[in-house]
């Protein structure tokens, strides 16, 4: 039996976008044709602008120092991983483009074009839009709650897939979670080929530690209840032959 699709509230692109920014910890940006990575360099101001420290020798720190106007464009690239293993472990990349300025020891990127990509296809942020967004609330917590999900109760992810429709399991040999928001959960179900993610969404948002508890309760609940409708369904069946 798969799962209601009433409830199919998903992260706004912008949010989407914010969140990807949040839980990023390396980047790399492309500046005058050359290209460099860099690691735990980077922080977010709350309006979602990028300041970037890079070191003394970089190419990069000499190309906005020297550019007219002190001022060097750049575009800033974000991959978006998935904490637990599956294929394909990039669920999206975020591309910022725009202006860098010194400010202080760090570079400043003030972005200008803001393009999200997801398996479903790239869309194109507004900056205002973008700088009024908030990440979601477990963006920060998202990795644990995932891998502590898949490692420490596989019975509980096996008990999810009783949401999901048969079509979608059909020649599964893998299910594993992907992502977890305010909004919903998300798995990962693995093929001999291929692959596809089925969306589990919550009754609502759950906007603290607690309410995602919570949510997830009512998600396993639910699947027992599915289970038990199947089990009575095949006892009928069996009885009535």
Request: glycine fraction near 6%; aromatic fraction near 4%.
């Amino acid at each position: 039996m798969g799962v209601s699709q009433s409830w199919s509230a998903m992260p706004a692109t912008a949010e989407r976008a914010r969140s990807v920014l949040a839980a990023a910890w390396s980047c790399a940006v492309t500046a005058d044709g050359a290209r460099e990575e860099f690691v735990g360099a980077h922080t977010v101001t709350d309006d979602g602008r990028v300041l970037l420290a890079p070191g003394p020798d970089s190419a990069l720190r000499a190309a906005a120092l020297c550019a007219p106007r002190g001022e060097s464009h750049a575009v800033l690239e974000f991959a978006d991983v998935a904490p637990v293993p599956v294929r394909h472990r990039v669920r999206a990349r975020l591309w910022l483009a725009g202006w860098f300025t010194p400010e202080g020891d760090r570079l400043a990127l003030h972005p200008t074009r803001i393009v999200l990509e997801e398996p479903s296809g790239a869309v194109v942020v507004g900056p205002e839009e973008f700088a009024a967004a908030a990440p979601d609330p477990h963006v920060t917590a998202e990795a644990h709650l995932l891998t502590h999900l898949a490692d420490a109760h596989p019975d509980a992810v096996e008990r999810l897939t009783r949401l999901v429709g048969q079509d979608s399991l059909h020649g599964a040999v893998r299910v594993r979670p992907l992502a977890v928001d305010r909004h919903g959960l998300t798995l990962r179900i693995e093929r001999l080929r291929g692959h596809g993610d089925v969306r589990l969404p919550f009754h609502r948002p759950a906007d603290d530690t607690g309410q995602l508890a919570e949510r997830m309760h009512v998600l396993l609940d639910q699947a027992s209840a599915a289970s038990c409708r199947q089990a009575l369904q095949r006892q009928r069946t069996d009885r009535d032959r």
